[in-house]
């Protein structure tokens, strides 16, 4: 029996550690929706009403760490 695997295959790490940009913005695409939870706040105006919307500058922030922490990975 084969299961089907999410993760990231090897090879798009180990391009993505060179620097291979495309490599990258296939990593940024794997983790997108959870840098996206990562950034929803919840915020409420004058009256209480609640609205829950997207920090981008934390979002930036986020995938800017990630990005950093690729090209510092190193595979041996």
């Keep these: 029996m084969t ?4 993760l990231l295959p090897f090879e798009v790490i180990y ?7 495309e490599a990258i913005y ?3 695409k794997y ?11 919840r915020v409420y105006d004058e009256e209480g009403n609640g609205y829950t919307i997207i920090d981008d ?11 950093t922490k690729i090209l510092q990975f190193k595979i041996k």
């Design 57 to 67: 500058d934390l979002k930036r922030r986020l995938e800017t760490k990630l990005i």
């Design 26 to 28: 296939a990593v940024l």
């Design 3 to 6: 299961q089907k695997s999410d």
């Design 15 to 21: 391009a993505a550690s060179n620097g291979d940009v």
């Design 31 to 41: 983790y997108e929706g959870y840098i996206t939870s990562l950034s929803t706040r």
